[in-house]
């Protein structure tokens, strides 16, 4: 702590970044100032809230970094926080989620919809508000513009080129000129040029219906119908066709909700969302997924609109109270510094940070103050408020679901509580390939890390409650030995038979006392009654009852977890079954050969010479081959 004091005294008054550290020397966040002395400062004077609190706790020591300028500490920021990942700032794990339409920078270039963004001098448009939207568009700009299709170029023509959907360069040559024009339309379509480009299709239909080509005159037909049906379907919410990304953000106990309104050509498209937990202050860590967002789209709309900062005098400062480890040194600090943080007036705030942006990304950034421009901020600022208020509906009524749902069946079965459950399902096909699973249940949710499965040792042939017997045996001798934590109910999938064996492993032979409950199926294999108690009596659960839906979820997890084990095991064997029955092949030989064709079918696809990688001969090669591909 003497070493924070220290350093705070040499803090400059200029922009720049700082890097705050733990105990162990990791940067956990990244932040920028515009007036380094004052920012960092304000992080041990004052009060803050409990998630920046305890950001502060962790804080060992600190970095800084000055900046010419806050564009450069904007920037800098930006390329801290996706080198170093700290633990307490936004991170933007989705930036290149979004689908783009590229053309392809090649001798010969194609149109397609990627999710990847990389410097290859490609053309970028975009992003789409889903796949869905993408996909429609590249089929429309396919059916207008025969750019090549495939990945990599065939011997001879496709079917694409007899639908005149390709210029097949595979077979004759093409001029860089047409493909010039070529990408030149398509820019200029996805730029806002649709109308211009329908005016154009329009003349042509009329020139062919008048030299009575009508065939050729429908397909232009089509086309027009193919771009109204495209990009006409939305209403329109400016006359200047332009593209811009409009933001929004709200934050409520400790979390964050951004929204991008995203509108292309004039048009509301459709909305992005992201829900976060933040540390920093609420605007600082706005801006930083801003950037984040920004940093690698080659596609930026030609104009951004940004919600304006909180007023002067909204931020924060932090005090730290962590069984007093840190209480001394901030009173010391506030003896020494008092209590000044920093400030600036709302509008040169806002002018600031639409400068720095406008200076790196080159497009236009707004903070608009009355207007339409204005509405639509807040409309997305109202989206996010409203997103942000329905996750935390969403959290509460599950939990309140799941809780009382847990506490309602321990009622019914007569238990003080059932935290913890622990379910079991066997499988097999009459008596082949034998396992079993078992799932947890803590607190109404499954606890997959705690999940087992089980190859059965003992039991021969299809012998349900033996194999019952033996998973239960086995799985509470190894909880005796290690100590670990007994369930509050144990359920078996099945009826009075299952129970009893479960029963009589537990109290007979381990002496515990754990109940036990059974779940009996109907004849559409769906969950019928529950059964409890030695000898067993029906529950009456009501069917539409939450206590009734647990338990049909519980039942249906391990009933999947344990088919999906016994699949695998079977393909296996089956696997393993075919290669043995060939004269010739044993075990160490399967091994190498399914590690190195990888499957059975690869095996059967493969040719003589194939099997020289593995030492196999050519007689063995054909017995194999013989062997697999007989009917």
């Known amino acids: 702590m003497e070493n924070i004091r220290h350093k705070l005294a040499l ?67 930006c390329n801290l926080i996706k080198e170093h990942f700290p633990r ?78 390709c210029v097949a360069p595979c077979e004759y040559p093409v001029e860089q000129a047409t493909y010039d024009e070529m990408i030149g339309e ?13 005016k154009d299709l329009k003349h042509k239909m009329e020139v062919s219906a008048e030299q009575l080509e009508f065939e050729r005159a429908r397909e232009y037909r ?42 292309r050509q004039g048009k509301m498209i459709q909305r992005h969302v992201s829900v976060f937990p933040f540390y920093g202050e609420a605007y600082d860590d706005f801006l930083s997924y801003v950037t984040q967002y920004y940093s690698d789209n080659p596609a930026l709309p030609r104009e951004m609109l940004l919600p304006p900062p909180p007023e002067a005098g ?18 010391e600090a506030k003896e020494v510094y008092g209590e000044e943080t920093e400030e600036a007036s709302e509008e040169g705030e806002a002018a600031e940070v639409g400068e720095s942006l406008r200076h790196w990304l080159k497009i236009k950034v707004a903070v608009p103050r009355r207007g339409s421009k204005r509405q639509l901020v807040a409309m997305a600022c109202d989206n996010s408020r409203v997103a942000l208020e329905e996750k935390f509906r969403l959290i509460e009524r599950d939990e309140s679901r799941t809780v009382k749902a847990v506490e309602g069946l321990a009622k019914w079965i007569g238990i003080p509580h059932a935290n913890r459950i622990e379910a079991f399902d066997n499988s097999n096909v009459q008596g082949a390939s034998p396992v079993s699973a078992m799932i947890v249940f803590t607190n109404g949710k ?75 199926k109907d004849a559409k294999h769906r969950t019928a009654q529950l059964l409890v108690g030695y000898p067993p009596e029906v529950v009456p659960l009501p069917r539409d009852s939450q206590e009734f839906y647990l338990l049909q979820r519980i039942q249906d997890e391990v009933h999947r977890f344990a088919i999906t084990f016994h699949r695998e095991k079977r393909a296996k064997s089956m696997v393993a079954s075919r290669l043995d029955a060939i004269a010739g092949i044993g075990e160490k030989r399967r091994k190498q050969l399914l590690s190195h064709f990888g499957s059975l079918k690869a095996i059967k696809e493969a040719t003589v010479e194939d099997f020289k990688a593995v030492s196999i001969g050519e007689a063995l090669a054909q017995r194999i081959l013989e062997a697999l591909n007989v009917e």
Request: net charge positive; hydrophobic share 35%; aromatic share 8%.
């Open 222 to 263: 089509d086309q027009i119908v193919a771009i109204e049906s495209l990009m006409e379907k939305q209403s329109i919410n400016f006359a200047d066709a332009m593209d811009r990304d409009v933001f929004g953000y709200s934050v409520d106990k400790g979390w964050m909700c951004v929204q991008i309104l995203y509108m």
């Open 88 to 165: 307490y700032n936004v991170l933007l794990k989705d930036d290149k989620s979004f689908p783009y339409l590229k053309i392809t920078h090649e001798a010969h270039p194609r149109l397609e919809v990627t999710r990847r963004i990389v410097k290859d001098k490609g053309k970028y448009f975009g992003p789409y508000p889903n796949a869905f939207a993408a996909q429609e568009t590249k089929k429309l700009l396919d059916r207008l513009y025969p750019l090549r299709k495939c990945n990599t170029m065939p011997d001879k023509v496709c079917l694409y080129y007899h639908l005149g959907q």
């Open 186 to 198: 398509i820019s200029r379509f996805l730029n806002g040029g649709h109308t211009d480009i329908k």
């Open 314 to 331: 909204e931020v924060q400062a932090s005090v730290v109270d962590d069984a007093g480890a840190q209480v001394g040194m901030v009173a």
């Open 446 to 520: 499954p606890d997959k890390k705690e999940y087992r499965k089980y190859n059965v040792k003992t039991v021969q042939g299809p012998d349900d409650y033996e194999t019952m017997r033996e998973v239960v045996r086995r799985r509470y001798e190894r909880v005796l030995k290690e100590g670990l934590q007994l369930p509050d109910l144990i359920v078996v999938d099945g009826g009075k038979g299952h129970i009893a064996s479960v029963l009589d492993v537990l109290v007979n032979e381990l002496g515990l006392n754990v109940p036990v409950c059974g779940l009996a």
């Open 11 to 77: 803090l400059p008054d200029q922009p720049g970044c700082y890097l705050m550290k733990n105990d162990e020397g990791k940067i956990i966040y990244v932040g920028k100032a515009k007036v380094l002395k004052n920012r960092v400062r304000s992080y041990f004077t004052g009060s803050h809230n409990g998630k920046t609190q305890k950001l502060v706790s962790e804080i060992r020591d600190f970095e800084y970094i000055v900046t010419a300028s806050n564009t450069e500490s904007l920037i800098l920021e």
